[in-house]
C-alpha cells in the first residue's frame, strides 16, 4: 500500500454497541487494534450507535479527508442502512468523502469462518463436527426480512461444504424459535449465535434459551462477532476497498494527464 494512500483515508468501525453492566465492548476494540497493527491506514477509530464513543466522536477524532466506514452488523437491517447512514450524515460536519463497505453479515467470508468456528466447539466437546447440527441463531425481525435473508444465506453456504450433520437457523424475534429448530434434531446440536458483539442477545438471550431447552446435547459456541480470525475477515474488506480507491485515482489521474 503506498504511502500516500494510507495517510489520506482512515477506518471507522461502526457497531451496535452495549451499556449494560459488565459489556465493554473489548470485541470491537480487539479488531480495531488488530487492523491497526496491520498499518493499513494512518487513522482507525471505533464508533458506537449504543456506546462510547458515539458515532460523532469517532468522526470527530479522525483528520483524514476520506473515511471507510465498515459496520459491524449482522445484516443490512434497520441499524446499517438507515440509523448508521442518519448518525454519519449528521457528524460529517466536513462534508468529507465517506464509503460504507458491507456489513459483517454479508461478507463472502463468512461462512467459512463460521464452519471453523462451529468445528471448533464441537471438537472441544469431544464431537466431531459430522456428527453435529448446527443452528444459526440471528435477531430475526417481523418488520424487516434483513436479519432472516442473510442468516438464511450464511447457513445455505455453510450447508453446501458439507461439514456438518445439518443446518437450521432459529430466531429471536420470528420464528422458527430455538425450540422449534432445535426440537426435530435428536443428535448434538450446536448453537452459534449471528451477534456481531457481547450485547445482551449473545451474552444473555442464547444461553438462557438454551438452558431453558433442558438437554445437555445442545451446546453454545458463542457468537460469531468474536469468533477467532474475525478480523482478518475485516481487515482483507478494508484492504480491498483501499485497492479500489487507490485504482480510481490513477484512473482520474491518467484521464488529467491524458486530458
Known amino acids: 500500500m503506498n504511502a500516500p494512500e494510507v495517510s489520506q483515508t482512515a477506518v471507522l468501525i461502526a457497531a451496535h454497541g452495549e451499556r449494560r453492566p459488565g459489556a465493554d465492548n473489548e470485541g470491537v476494540f480487539r479488531i480495531a487494534r488488530a487492523l491497526a497493527d496491520r498499518g493499513l491506514v494512518s487513522e482507525m477509530a471505533v464508533g458506537f450507535i449504543n456506546g462510547v464513543p458515539s458515532i460523532r466522536g469517532a468522526m470527530e477524532s479522525l483528520t483524514a479527508r476520506q473515511i471507510i466506514v465498515y459496520p459491524l452488523f449482522a445484516s443490512s437491517g434497520y441499524f446499517t442502512r438507515d440509523r448508521l447512514v442518519q448518525l454519519i450524515d449528521e457528524a460529517n460536519l466536513q462534508s468529507r468523502e465517506i464509503r460504507m463497505l458491507p456489513p459483517l453479515g ?28 448446527i443452528i444459526f441463531m440471528a435477531h430475526g425481525s417481523r418488520r424487516n ?5 442473510a442468516t438464511e444465506q450464511i447457513a445455505h453456504e455453510v ?101
Open 159 to 259: 450447508a453446501n461444504r458439507g461439514a456438518f450433520q445439518g443446518v437450521r437457523t432459529a430466531f429471536l424475534e420470528e420464528r422458527p424459535f430455538l425450540g422449534e429448530a432445535a426440537a426435530s434434531i435428536d443428535g448434538p446440536v450446536i448453537v452459534v449465535g449471528l451477534f456481531s458483539g457481547e450485547g445482551m442477545h449473545g451474552a444473555k438471550d442464547a444461553p438462557r434459551l438454551i438452558a431453558e431447552l433442558g438437554r445437555d446435547n445442545i451446546v453454545f459456541a458463542g457468537v460469531i462477532g468474536s469468533a477467532p480470525g474475525i478480523e482478518d475477515l475485516v481487515a482483507r474488506s478494508v484492504g480491498e476497498a483501499l485497492l479500489r480507491e487507490i485504482r480510481r485515482r490513477n484512473v482520474f489521474a491518467d484521464a488529467d494527464i491524458m486530458g
Open 106 to 133: 454479508l461478507d463472502l467470508g463468512l461462512p467459512d469462518l463460521a464452519v471453523a468456528f462451529a468445528s471448533r466447539a464441537a471438537r472441544k466437546q469431544g464431537i466431531a463436527p459430522r456428527a453435529c447440527t
Open 145 to 149: 426480512s434483513a436479519s432472516r435473508e
